[in-house]
């Protein structure tokens, strides 16, 4: 089975263009989460979707950051306009909440905002 | 608010040898914990999940137990092997899994 997939694996911008990642979960799974990792912070919750609402965006930095899930397979993640302390590797992880609730993650979109 | 904490930071053993990883949490109201392997440059994998109800789960060589009352838990890892080397991540929580900072394990060959 395909696990959670994420593109573009790596991003170089410059401040103040708009990025865009993308995330398909695992099919049937309902939960949708968007993580950031940073040496500093380590992993940290931005947003979370349950079949396709968001739940809690509570961990979203600012209003540069918005994130939309259209359908049950595709997710996006958009900072406009992005910063240079946006750099960071984007996790998109997806999990079957009626289950085990265990998480499975993406292979990550490093980015690196210039 | 959640906190987790994992110690050591970092791990350098010989070959063979078996360890003990810790985690800690505050809040013992958790659905699950979750322990994940992290590889330079990869994704998160994940080893281990038990549930609230749980006390341990075993895959392989891995061990993971729960204490809840305590609030820990450890992952157990037997014979210890040069491609074991990774970060290992502990979670916690239920929908909102809170991360520690990982622990670095090196095994030497």
């Known amino acids: 089975d395909a696990g959670v997939i994420q593109s573009p694996r790596h991003e170089v911008t410059e401040m103040g263009q708009e990025v865009t990642l993308r995330c398909k979960p695992i099919s049937g799974h309902n939960s949708l989460f968007w993580y950031r990792q940073t040496m500093m912070r380590g992993l940290e919750l931005l947003i979370y979707?349950?079949?396709?609402?968001?739940?809690?965006d509570s961990g979203m930095p600012e209003d540069r950051f918005s994130a939309k899930m259209p359908n049950a397979s595709f997710s996006t993640l958009k900072i406009q306009p992005s910063e240079p302390r946006d750099s960071a590797v984007y996790f998109c992880?997806?999990?079957?909440?009626?289950?085990?609730?265990?998480?499975?993650f993406g292979e990550g979109s490093r980015l690196t905002v210039l | 608010k959640q906190e987790v904490t994992q110690i050591p930071a970092a791990l350098s053993v010989p070959e063979g040898e078996n360890l003990v990883l810790n985690c800690s949490f505050t809040d013992s109201a958790i659905y699950n914990l979750q322990w994940f392997r992290q590889d330079p440059g990869k994704g998160l994998t994940s080893l281990l999940l038990i549930q609230s109800s749980q006390r341990e789960q075993t895959s392989g060589r891995l061990n993971a137990s729960l204490d809840k009352s305590s609030g820990r838990s450890t992952l157990y890892i037997a014979a210890s092997q040069p491609g074991d080397s990774a970060t290992y991540l502990c979670?916690?929580?239920?929908?909102?899994?809170?991360f520690g900072a990982g622990t670095i394990l090196r095994v030497k060959s």
């Open positions: 979707f349950n079949n396709n609402v968001p739940i809690d």
């Open positions: 979670a916690v929580g239920g929908n909102k899994l809170v």
């Open positions: 992880a997806s999990s079957f909440v009626v289950g085990t609730g265990e998480l499975f």
